[in-house]
């Protein structure tokens, strides 16, 4: 697209000015062309891009005939370059970056689906379940089943750069909210986790057995980084998941290289209030907490 605009901008621009010529000059059309390449040269530094042309003409170059064209020729050049190069990216990158919304209403956490609710996503955004990984999955929820807090990321690889999604669940407006980003880099790509494997291995949970036998709590959650990584948390219950079973995984079996989620709960420690006597902070601390690792490795 940058390019269709630029040599749109160099040939309407070129066209005009020869036809403003004032002297006889031969080469005349080509060297407007070539003014106008001047003017929108760009030098590019630690990711700031400068228009060197326009400068090295101002410094440099002094026509003797048809002046005030081939003058205008560069001044169209280096225009054409704020576009290209300030303006157009960063409307590209504002429009794709505008929220996207999804209407759907949530269940309770006891019944949801959630390899369901990322085939929504998914299916909405048209993304490619091959280059789809997973990371800072987050989930929130009281005792009675209600959701409170729900969120993710999606990593997308394209090329050399990488697509980052934020998708946040909106309680008041009863819909998904999703954010888009485009990363030049992205480092552990490789070592997070593939979207639809994570859901798969999530939706072996039963989330109401886990939920009752940790007690009655102000909330409960499920976290997840998505990385891989090498696991050696002692004096803590953690199980393993394989073939869609959950088997015990001992402290003497430890150390593991996979992934994993937890789930806890949340026991409130304090509060403080006004002289009104309205709460004004809660305090709380994780409690009761459980991992789940699999694709383990030991």
């Known amino acids: 697209m940058v ?49 060197l042309g326009f400068i090295l003409y101002i410094l440099f170059f002094r026509p003797a005939l048809n002046v005030e064209v081939k003058r205008m020729a560069a001044v169209f050049g280096v225009i054409t370059f704020i576009i290209v190069h300030w303006i157009l990216p960063y409307a590209i990158n504002e429009w794709q970056s ?51 807090a729900f969120s993710w990321q999606f990593f997308e690889q394209k090329g050399n ?72 948390i002692e004096n803590r219950t953690h199980f393993i998941i394989l073939n869609g079973e959950i088997d015990l995984l001992e402290d003497n079996q430890l150390p593991v290289e996979g992934y994993y989620f937890s789930a806890y709960a949340l026991e409130k420690t304090g509060e403080e209030r006004d002289a009104q006597g309205n709460i004004t902070q809660r305090s709380y601390r994780g409690t009761q907490v459980t991992d789940y690792l699999f694709n383990v490795k030991r």
Request: net charge negative.
């Open 3 to 51: 390019t269709n605009v630029y040599n749109v901008l160099l040939i309407v621009c070129c066209l005009y000015l020869v036809w403003k010529k004032d002297e006889e000059e031969s080469y005349f059309p080509l060297k407007v062309v070539g003014y106008f390449i001047l003017g929108s040269f760009a030098f590019s530094f630690n990711q700031i891009t400068l228009p």
């Open 98 to 148: 505008r929220p996207l919304f999804i209407e759907h209403e949530l269940g309770s956490v006891y019944t949801i689906n959630f390899q369901d609710e990322y085939e929504l996503i998914k299916e909405k955004l048209e993304l490619e379940e091959l280059n789809l990984r997973l990371k800072n999955f987050e989930l929130d929820y009281v005792k009675d089943g209600r959701i409170t």
């Open 161 to 232: 750069s990488y697509n980052l999604y934020n998708i946040r669940y909106d309680f008041d407006k009863v819909r998904y909210r999703i954010t888009h980003s485009q990363l030049d880099t992205w480092v552990d790509y490789n070592r997070i986790i593939e979207s639809a494997h994570f859901f798969e291995n999530l939706n072996v949970l039963d989330i109401r057995d886990i939920t009752y036998a940790k007690g009655d709590f102000s909330s409960y959650g499920i976290q997840s980084s998505g990385e891989r990584v090498n696991y050696a």
